[in-house]
T-cell receptor, first 112, second 113 residues
Framework: DAEITQSPRHKITETGRQVTLACHQT?????MFWYRQDLGHGLRLIHY???????NKGEVSDGYSVSRSNTEDLPLTLESAASSQTSVYFC???????????FGPGTRLTVT | AQSVTQLDSHVSVSEGTPVLLRCNYS??????LFWYVQHPNKGLQLLLK??????LVKGINGFEAEFKKSETSFHLTKPSAHMSDAAEYFC???????????FGGGTRLMVKP
């Protein structure tokens, strides 16, 4: 069955370190998204991609970057981790515009 | 611009009683609307979606929602709550211009025995 996976599921890192969170989908979807979830804010969009070599900034993109070298993967990089980036991160993918997004299980990141 | 307001951050019901989770939205476009559920420490699962067909949408696990354009609402209901329904529920709007989703703040549903 097609799926979307994230790794690691839990990560603790120190302030200032570079961190990369992986997202891999086997739906063959063109659209991929990264969100962060914080109490009281629902999910907020960090970056998104509509296809290979395409990346776009979302609502809360400062301090984050993504790259899309193939259809299956959209890694999220925190250039220099900050305590404000402690959060749960979700990756999602979708096919046609207006269709539902399929979410990964999430990565809980703690920056100390 | 679009926005989503979930009117209750917490809802508590007894098992076997009806569930009502309220959602109002604003959008400059003809939106698609979704309800997602998130069980503790899990990802988000689609409950149901409205995409301009029938205004009453039926989803999984006995949930349904009614799209009311005049009231800009998309409330989620279930006739009889089950213990397994305890979770966080998100109302979501897609402006159909690039699959950009806007999430409400979430409603935590608690079900008492």
């Amino acid at each position: 069955d097609a799926e979307i996976t994230q790794s690691p599921r839990h990560k603790i890192t120190e302030t200032g370190r570079q961190v990369t969170l992986a997202c891999h989908q086997t739906w063959n979807h063109n659209n991929m998204f990264w969100y962060r979830q914080d109490l009281g804010h629902g999910l907020r969009l960090i970056h998104y991609s509509y296809g290979v070599q395409d990346t776009n900034k979302g609502e809360v993109s400062d301090g984050y970057s993504v790259s899309r070298s193939n259809t299956e993967d959209l890694p999220l990089t925190l250039e220099s981790a900050a305590s404000s980036q402690t959060s749960v991160y979700f990756c999602a993918s979708s096919g046609d515009p207006g269709s539902e997004q399929y979410f990964g299980p999430g990565t809980r990141l703690t920056v100390t | 611009a679009q926005s989503v307001t979930q009117l209750d951050s917490h809802v508590s019901v007894s098992e076997g009683t009806p569930v009502l989770l309220r959602c109002n939205y604003s959008s400059s476009y003809s939106p698609s609307l979704f309800w997602y559920v998130q069980h503790p420490n899990k990802g988000l699962q689609l409950l149901l979606k409205y995409t301009s067909a029938a205004t009453l949408v039926k989803g999984i696990n006995g949930f349904e929602a009614e799209f009311k354009k005049s009231e800009t609402s998309f409330h989620l209901t279930k006739p009889s709550a089950h213990m397994s329904d305890a979770a966080e529920y998100f109302c979501v709007v897609d402006n159909n211009a690039g699959n950009m989703l806007t999430f409400g703040g979430g409603t935590r549903l608690m079900v008492k025995p």
